[in-house]
């Protein structure tokens, strides 16, 4: 079953918009760049709408239904 995930890409600038922006907590941001907990992600795509270098994208990725936000049983 597949799902929907924010992934960071080319043109990331650091400017924790999308961290700011997400109503859960679920980006951080650290030396190694942008992460989005893909637990903690509730695909609002607030992140995506405001990310000024448009470096996340969202894709669909294959996974168990009981690991996607929203699929819980």
């Known amino acids: 079953m597949a ?9 990331c600038v650091l400017c924790e918009t999308c961290r ?17 907990d893909p637990h903690a992600c509730i695909r609002c795509g607030k992140c995506l709408a405001n990310c000024p270098g448009e470096a996340i994208e ?16």
């Open 20 to 36: 700011i922006v997400c109503p859960v907590g679920a980006v951080s941001i650290d030396v190694d760049g942008v992460h989005i």
């Open 58 to 73: 969202a894709a669909e990725e294959d996974g168990p239904a009981k690991e996607m936000k929203g699929n819980e049983e």
């Open 3 to 11: 799902g929907k995930v924010y992934r960071i890409r080319g043109g």
